[in-house]
């Protein structure tokens, strides 16, 4: 039997703007017009995932989303099934998919979700077996916003270009999506303005269909034991990322001294 960990306090995820797409003359602030355009390509973009699901990963070569279906399945969830349930039953504003039709990947090594893993939250979005794990044994799989974008449809239509990116948490009630190219790079931009830190922290970027194993660029490990796993997982992969040993990844925030 999985005993969970001593449960804290839970932290109230701060609200987001209503739930639309952006757009419109009236979505670009005074101060950001007067911003120069921002290449928003090299940014980093992080999904975390429990070790156990990394051999999976490799033999499909791919992340899958988590639309339903046996291929999705895993041996580690990290989203409780609620969440699953919750992600399968919103929509993306203006497209006729789901949340769940994408592989989710945050903005920062900070997210809040991943943040309640590493601390021991109470968080409903956090699967139980997940959330009695020690962060150490979870990864970080890194790519970057220029990496999705280049993802191409293939000859039997499981991945597509067009990316979303989020202000919120997804399926919140009062996130806005951004679906179009010139509304992606607005709120990226807005998202990683300095005067609202806490807003990477919810944020969210859409993958659709699935992400090849080939556009992640880094793996992040706690440790040099899991790093020795990792390599060898990945030695008979075709694409063989860099794993790296980052601790402060897997440290709550409170804890991490840069």
Do not use: C
Not at 47 to 63: E, F, K, R, S, W
Not at 95 to 105: C, E, G, I, K, L
Not at 230 to 239: D, E, M
Request: hydrophobic content about 40%.
């Amino acid at each position: 039997m999985v005993v969970a960990p001593p449960v804290r306090k839970a932290r109230t995820a701060p609200k987001s703007s209503l739930r639309e797409p952006i757009g419109g003359s009236g979505t670009a602030s005074a101060k950001s017009l007067r911003r120069p355009p921002v290449d928003v390509g090299d940014r980093r973009i992080y999904h975390v995932t429990h070790v156990a699901n990394l051999a999976g990963i490799v033999a499909q070569d791919m992340l899958v989303p988590d639309a339903g279906d046996a291929t999705s399945d895993t041996d580690v969830q990290v989203f409780s099934a609620d969440e699953r349930a919750a992600r399968r039953s919103t929509a993306v504003p203006g497209r006729d998919t789901v949340v769940a039709d994408h592989v989710p990947f945050s903005l920062t090594p900070n997210s809040s979700a991943w943040e309640s893993i590493r601390a021991g939250i109470d968080d409903p979005r956090i699967d139980p077996t997940a959330a009695a794990s020690a962060a150490s044994e979870f990864v970080v799989l890194v790519s970057t916003i220029r990496e999705a974008l280049s993802v191409q449809v293939t000859d039997d239509g499981i991945s597509s270009t067009g990316i979303v990116v989020t202000d919120g948490y997804a399926p919140g009630p009062l996130t806005r999506f951004a679906t179009t190219s010139d509304d992606v790079q607005r709120m990226l931009v807005a998202l990683g303005d300095e005067d609202e830190p806490d807003a990477l922290l919810r944020a969210e970027l859409l993958a659709p269909g699935v992400f090849p194993l080939a556009s992640i660029t880094l793996i992040g490990v706690a440790n040099d034991k899991v790093r020795d796993e990792v390599r060898g997982i990945l030695h008979a992969a075709a694409h063989k990322p860099k794993v790296a040993v980052y601790p402060p990844w897997f440290q709550a925030a409170d804890e991490v001294r840069y």
